[in-house]
């Protein structure tokens, strides 16, 4: 519920101040768990990652709600980055939001002991409005961490290879990797190239068997590693298969920055016994790999699912056609229509944010908007103010509009 004053959400209050721009439309998501509904497709694909990763603990009910610190500061992100706009980002105060990854709880899983951890949840961030986005949708994450010893990194990585089949559960994939270290992706300067060859070999393991389990029904399956970026990870990667002759995205990973270990405090030792005061310590003599994936992206390849609006569809058409386990193609049970309408403006004089119109239409037409496109883009020659003018296009699932 939101007031004039505060957001109240599962029975806590949260202050607004001029950063609150959460919605009573996305917070009525807050809670629906989408990955937990067993027959869903969401939970299917999780499940099914979960069983191929089978001794990895699991963390998937952790709170959406999240401090600022826990999404943005404890994984490095830059003060000024761009991911922290405001326009981006579902804020209950300047503090307070809803996370934007479920990596916000990789501290959480770093402290809890497990040395393979997978978390999954719902993740929100404001969003342009097509077949393939939604303000809410769900990630999973995984991570791994060896000790940073010269005689035990590669030892350890082998054991664990061999204890859990990746090698060979990897071998379907026909693998395209060319990627080196470079400047640009560069190996961390406390870590040695022996240490980083052996968890890169083991995250790569990993992610190829994966993609191997859950594409199990594609001939001639290709995986292709690219460089990439990422605030919390060094060297950093991206995947992507083809599927159907189409090269597609579907996660990105690296070696985890060592201060996230270093700052994952997991007990307190004695720092002198004469005094008796503690030292906290991390996880400073240990070395890693993470890696985070969308699993409605996921979700819509394997099922063949269209819309991204029917992971949300409570109608039993859609609902009866899953089982857990299994991978079944969705069969389309209406084909109503579309309504479409185009609008034009004058644009305020402030700056223009794409996302808060789309924000703002969710908030109107909820669900039943499919696609919103801009058409037109018009400056007046004399005046200097500018126009524009979006086609939207309303579609239900269930009904005619």
Request: with cysteine; proline share 5%; charged share 30%.
């Amino acid at each position: 519920m939101i007031t004039d004053t505060e957001i109240k959400v599962d029975g806590k209050s949260y202050p607004k101040d001029e950063w609150t721009n959460v919605s009573e439309t996305t917070l009525s998501r807050v809670g629906r768990k989408l990955h937990l509904e067993p027959r869903h497709p969401i939970s299917i694909i999780r499940q099914l990652i979960e069983s191929h990763f089978g001794n990895f603990k699991t963390f998937h009910d952790l709170h959406p709600i999240v401090t600022t610190k826990q999404n943005f500061d404890d994984l490095l992100v830059p003060k000024d980055h761009v991911a922290r706009r405001k326009s981006d980002n579902y804020y209950l105060n300047k503090t307070t939001m809803l996370r934007a990854h479920t990596s916000a709880h990789q501290l959480d899983g770093l402290r809890s002991g497990a040395d393979h951890f997978l978390i999954s949840g719902d993740v929100f961030r404001r969003d342009e409005i097509d077949a393939s986005h939604y303000p809410v949708f769900h990630q999973m994450e995984g991570l791994v961490y060896f000790d940073r010893d010269p005689a035990k990194t590669a030892e350890q990585v082998k054991a664990d290879l061999d204890a859990t089949r990746m090698v060979e559960r990897a071998a379907k994939v026909q693998v395209v990797d060319d990627t080196k270290i470079t400047p640009s992706n560069p190996i961390q300067a406390c870590h040695t190239p022996e240490e980083v060859e052996a968890v890169a070999a083991h995250l790569k393991y990993c992610i190829n068997s994966m993609v191997s389990t859950l594409f199990a029904d594609e001939p001639n399956l290709e995986v292709r590693w690219i460089e990439a970026y990422f605030p919390f990870t060094s060297p950093s990667w991206e995947v992507e298969i083809k599927y159907k002759g189409e090269w597609l995205e579907v996660l990105g990973c690296g070696v985890v920055r060592q201060e996230l270990l270093n700052n994952a405090v997991r007990k307190q030792v004695e720092r002198k016994r004469s005094h008796g005061d503690l030292l906290e310590q991390g996880l400073e003599n240990k070395i890693g790999h993470a890696f985070g994936l969308g699993l409605e992206r996921l979700a819509m390849v394997l099922f063949g699912i269209p819309d991204i609006r029917l992971f949300w569809s409570k109608d039993e058409r859609f609902l009866s056609q899953f089982e857990p386990g299994t991978i079944h193609k969705f069969k389309p049970f209406s084909k109503y229509p579309p309504c479409i309408k185009d609008i034009s403006f004058w644009l305020p004089t402030k700056e223009w944010e794409e996302n808060n119109f789309c924000e703002l239409v969710r908030d109107v037409a909820g669900d039943i908007v499919e696609d919103v496109k801009l058409i037109d883009d018009f400056v007046h020659p004399k005046s200097n103010r500018r126009s524009l003018c979006y086609r939207m296009t309303y579609r239900s699932m269930d009904r005619q509009v």
